[in-house]
């Protein structure tokens, strides 16, 4: 377990813009940044901590790229929460889902991660975070077998299927999938020659991966081949 520096928001990608002067202080910040960065390329599962009384701003999703970028798995953890607690909500909402929403909002491409509402001060929400970490950093070493794979493909052209599909798929043929490596889980489907594959196809394919083998908080790496056979 690895707790980072904090990460100013004045410090992350700031450097090329001059802004920042090269004083033992700021010089010591950007070295526990630059290990932070380093951290991140190394673990298994990261935790995106934010302070829920504060706006998302840019530097918070630069992070947030680093961790796709990194293939780590991720919870976004939202501290605080015991400051917030009582504030009145619109449209009927619990607190916790309109802060969910905002977030999600913020964060498109962190929308498989879990949300997590912790308080440092009362401890609430802090104990459920380890299993959450153990089961993330498991589901993120899993392999799965040909036949399992052979089963999602089905449940894919099933969905394919569906009238509301069958407008936008056209030529799709999706002739094979299996995955390529783990940790991150990364797959490669394979389609016919003149296929064409809609851009949606992609999503609705890791949804399935998801909801079938408990992969919330664990990216999906998709690659799309074509196949030479007709």
Not at 26 to 49: C, F, G, Q, W
Not at 60 to 86: E, W
Not at 130 to 152: D, F, N, V
């Amino acid at each position: 377990l690895i707790d980072t520096a904090g990460i100013r928001k004045r410090l992350l990608g700031t450097r090329s813009k001059g802004r920042i002067r090269s004083t033992g202080v700021v010089a010591i910040e950007e070295e526990a940044v630059r290990r932070s960065l380093e951290a991140i390329k190394r673990a298994d599962v990261t935790l995106l901590v934010l302070d829920i009384t504060e706006k998302v701003v840019v530097q918070d999703k630069r992070l947030a790229r680093q961790i796709i970028d990194g293939g780590s798995g991720a919870i976004i953890v939202l501290n605080k929460f015991d400051l917030v607690r009582d504030k009145p909500t619109r449209d009927g909402r619990s607190l916790e889902e309109s802060y969910e929403d905002y977030v999600t909002g913020h964060f498109p491409q962190l929308t498989f991660a879990p949300i997590a509402l912790t308080s440092s001060t009362d401890g609430n929400g802090i104990r459920e975070l380890l299993p959450a970490i153990s089961r993330i950093a498991t589901a993120r070493g899993q392999e799965i077998s040909e036949t399992e794979l052979k089963t999602i493909l089905e449940k894919l052209n099933r969905r394919l299927g569906t009238p509301k599909e069958k407008v936008a798929r056209r030529n799709i043929r999706i002739t094979s999938m299996h995955q390529s490596r783990s940790l991150p889980p990364e797959f490669l489907i394979t389609i016919g020659p003149k296929a064409v594959l809609p851009h949606a196809i992609v999503p609705i394919l890791e949804d399935i991966l998801r909801a079938t083998f408990d992969l919330a908080g664990v990216p999906i790496r998709i690659h799309v081949g074509t196949s030479l056979l007709q």
